[in-house]
């Protein structure tokens, strides 16, 4: 399977140069059947890194461009009166038949709207008129949002922001990876070249087989006594959540699954915390005013709660 994945990652690499952590990150997100949340600024790749995802791993791909006027009936779709048949007849929204949904710009639009994106982030199904329509498997939502203070952004709700798996950035290229990605388009575009490696079945699974992966008890009170030590830190108002700590879990063993282990060790949990974890806190108002950070709490805990042997 490590061949397979590296292969996804190596045609990833044909639009974006330079971020194969990243790109891994984003597997191990899909992997573990997740959604991901991109902070980034416009003109960095997420749209060509959703589209080449896609591609390489057989799944169906939409975009949505969020903006104030877009309306929960465009997301989850909406009922129509059939005179003929004097029924009422269900015409689905942009989340239906689709595997990966990007979100542009998710904070521009209304909180009414980012709500509907909800039930089907958390359970796979859309609901209207009371009748509830089963989505695609897998979802997948990456969704981007623009730095909060910028025109027309709001704060995303606690409740949206806890059902992301993880937050990223895919960040600016470095200047050889720059000089790379203007190479590769003087006369073609790269995205022509990325090919197909895996289809829906083979992503179902590597999905079913992630979940298999291991995790001993000593691994599942780590992750315990971590989520807890960020629910008492004294720079804490609120800590991470119990959805939380089973995105832990999960992403920690599709950390140990990408690198050919079918069991989760303590590294696998630390390498993956602060991605899937920084989201979650809210900072008291004094740590906000002293310049603190979700990071620097998040390194704090992880340097003060014990880690179990390995060897046991």
């Given at each position: 399977m490590r061949e397979e994945l590296s292969a996804i990652c190596a045609e990833i690499e044909k639009v974006i140069s330079g971020k194969r952590s990243v790109i891994e990150k984003i597997l191990m997100s899909i992997l573990a059947d997740g959604h991901i949340l991109l902070d980034d600024v416009p003109g960095v790749g997420k749209t060509t890194l959703a589209i080449a995802l896609g591609r390489t791993m057989?799944?169906?791909y939409r975009r949505i461009q969020f903006t104030p006027d877009v309306l929960p009936s465009d997301i989850v779709g909406f009922s129509v009166y059939d005179r003929e048949n004097g029924i009422f007849e269900y015409r689905p929204g942009v989340l239906s038949g689709t595997n990966l949904l990007l979100g542009d710009e998710i904070n521009r639009t209304s909180s009414k709207t980012q709500s509907a994106l909800l039930e089907a982030m958390e359970e796979g199904q859309v609901t209207v008129d009371g009748n509830s329509y089963p989505l695609s498997r897998p979802f997948i939502v990456i969704a981007t949002q623009n730095n909060v203070g910028t025109a027309g952004t709001q704060m995303l709700p606690y409740a949206q922001m806890d059902r992301f798996l993880v937050r990223l950035s895919i960040g600016y290229p470095g200047k050889e990876a720059q000089i790379e990605m203007l190479r590769k388009r003087q006369n073609a575009e790269p995205l022509e070249s990325v090919s197909q490696v895996l289809s829906l079945e083979d992503v179902l699974r590597m999905q079913a087989e992630t979940a298999a992966v291991h995790t001993a008890d000593s691994i599942l009170e780590y992750i315990t006594d971590l989520t807890l030590a960020s629910r008492t830190h004294e720079k804490t108002e609120i800590g991470i959540s119990p959805r939380g700590a089973i995105y832990l879990?999960?992403?920690?063993?599709?950390?140990?699954?990408?690198?050919?282990?079918d069991y989760?060790?303590?590294?696998?949990?630390?390498?993956e915390f602060a991605d899937v974890c920084s989201h979650r806190l809210i900072l008291t108002q004094k740590?906000?005013?002293a310049g603190d950070d979700a990071l620097s709490v998040l390194d704090?805990?992880?340097?003060?709660v014990t880690v179990p042997d390995r060897r046991a």
């Open positions: 057989g799944l169906s879990d999960r992403m920690s063993k599709a950390r140990a699954y990408l690198e050919g282990r989760v060790i303590p590294e696998d949990v630390q390498a740590a906000r005013l704090d805990i992880l340097k003060t």
